[in-house]
């Protein structure tokens, strides 16, 4: 079955600093989805890569697929306080059904002011 | 504006009880899926469903229940023999129509705690 591995597990970075989230699929990526969540609410779409090399950014945050569709990352530029929060992963299902997500473990985000 | 609603937001569970989380969502979506996360477990998938009256089960079906006669509604029942039900649950939804690559969109989630 497929698999998704978070690293690191958390993170705490000053104010201002850049910082790398990677998340790595034991298989082939079909789709890649990177989420947001503050604690004890729902996730947040971020962004959705589909392509081998594809690279998306919105505001401070760019992620990226690499070519062999098996890893992704997150980079946050001038990290603020408000990027706060757990960062997830989530993958089609390798065989699965349409639309199925498996999910990584999560990325625990903290900003020190 | 569209978006998907669970509610209630905090529930707790007594022992030998029934308890059902509600998930309406009005983003005219086909697919909808209902996750448990636990601390340091990500999310797990318990039941999804793509059609009206058609659901399947997922990875951690076992003490849960689904149905799923509306479009718009899916809900769970956490029944007496999930026997360790404390955790946060997520629901979602997503279109299918236009094939892979739609992202899901979560509700805010339901606390369930045992009393």
């Known amino acids: 079955s497929q698999e998704l591995e978070q690293s690191p597990q958390s993170l705490i970075v000053q104010e201002g600093k850049n910082l790398t989230i990677n998340c790595t699929s034991s298989?082939?990526?079909?789709?890649l989805y990177w989420y947001k969540q503050k604690y004890g609410e729902g996730l947040i779409f971020l962004m959705m890569l589909q392509k081998g090399g594809e690279e998306k950014s919105h505001e401070k945050i760019t992620a990226k697929l690499d070519e062999k569709k098996q890893q992704s990352s997150l980079h946050i530029t001038a990290s603020q306080p408000s990027h706060a929060g757990i960062y997830l992963c989530g993958a089609e299902n390798y065989g699965g059904s349409q639309g199925n997500l498996i999910f990584g473990k999560g990325t625990k985000l903290s900003v020190k002011p | 504006d569209g978006g998907i609603t669970q509610s209630p937001k905090y529930l707790f569970r007594k022992e030998g009880q029934n308890v059902t989380l509600s998930c309406e969502q009005n983003?005219?979506?086909?697919?909808m899926y209902w996750y448990r996360q636990d601390p340091g477990q990500g999310l797990r998938l318990i039941y999804y469903s793509q059609i009206v009256n058609d659901f399947q089960k997922g990875d951690i079906a076992e003490g849960y229940s689904v149905s799923r006669e509306k479009k718009e509604s899916f809900p769970l029942t956490v029944t007496s023999a999930q026997k360790n039900p404390t955790a946060f649950y997520l629901c979602?939804?997503?279109?299918?129509?236009?094939?892979?690559?739609?992202?899901?969109?979560f509700g805010d989630g339901t606390r369930l705690s045992i009393l």
């Open positions: 979602a939804s997503s279109t299918l129509y236009r094939g892979r690559g739609q992202p899901q969109h």
């Open positions: 298989k082939t990526l079909y789709g």
């Open positions: 983003l005219n979506h086909d697919a």
